[in-house]
T-cell receptor, first 116, second 113 residues
Framework: EAGVTQFPSHSVIEKGQTVTLRCDPI?????LYWYRRVMGKEIKFLLH????????ESGMPNNRFLAERTGGTYSTLKVQPAELEDSGVYFC??????????????FGPGTRLTVT | RKEVEQDPGPFNVPEGATVAFNCTYS??????FFWYRQDCRKEPKLLMS???SGNEDGRFTAQLNRASQYISLLIRDSKLSDSATYLC??????????????FGKGTLLTVNP
């Protein structure tokens, strides 16, 4: 079974530019999450989709971030315009309900974003 | 106060040592508890879920004390391959099947030959 995939693995852009990150969850996983780790800080939740619906975007830093999940399959996270503080590693995770009732989340390898 | 606090580390131990990680969480409504491990420049991977009764998986033992809001992970007979950052993670049902994870900052473990 293929795991969660993310593209690109690295992105270096200049302040003010736009970047779009993509996540392909594990097939059949309705739940999709975006997280971010800024250097020196803990991994933090950004938002959650169930299929194509945004359930919780309370972790999105500001309106420069836009996430979509058209058709309930892959998701994109766009940053426009990018600022220096947006640098970090963006992780995507997906989950399905486990038999134990505990939602186990599987993470993708992350996209390392550097804004210069 | 951070939602999940871990030993800052780093821990450097010789092979075969026993090492313990401690973690506290602030939200008493937290429902699920995990230890993830993260290798350098890789994604977090679930090591084990933590249950109130405590649970063991080979050399790894996890404990949960809900009253104290405390979670622990014990690694016995540590191996070189155990070197990684260990992340304490909690979650709760935030509605709409949203079990967003709240992470600690992680504790780096290096096992030396």
């Amino acid at each position: 079974e293929a795991g969660v995939t993310q593209f690109p693995s690295h992105s270096v852009i200049e302040k003010g530019q736009t970047v779009t990150l993509r996540c392909d969850p594990i097939s059949g996983h309705d739940n999709l999450y975006w997280y971010r780790r800024v250097m020196g800080k803990e991994i933090k939740f950004l938002l959650h989709f169930v299929k194509e619906s945004k359930q919780d975007e309370s972790g999105m830093p500001n309106n420069r971030f836009l996430a979509e999940r058209t058709g309930g399959t892959y998701s994109t996270l766009k940053v426009q315009p990018a600022e220096l503080e947006d640098s970090g590693v963006y992780f995507c995770a997906s989950s399905q309900v486990s038999l134990a009732g505990v939602y186990e989340q599987y993470f993708g390898p992350g996209t390392r974003l550097t804004v210069t | 106060r951070k939602e999940v606090e871990q030993d800052p580390g780093p821990f450097n131990v010789p092979e075969g040592a026993t090492v313990a990680f401690n973690c506290t969480y602030s939200n008493s409504a937290s429902q699920s508890f995990f230890w993830y491990r993260q290798d350098c420049r890789k994604e977090p991977k679930l090591l084990m879920s933590v249950y109130s009764s405590g649970n063991e998986d080979g050399r790894f033992t996890a404990q949960l004390n809900r009253a104290s809001q405390y979670i622990s992970l014990l690694i016995r007979d540590s191996k070189l391959s155990d070197s990684a950052t260990y992340l304490c993670v909690v979650s709760k049902d935030s509605g709409g099947s949203n079990y967003k994870l709240t992470f600690g900052k992680g504790t780096l473990l290096t096992v030396n030959p």
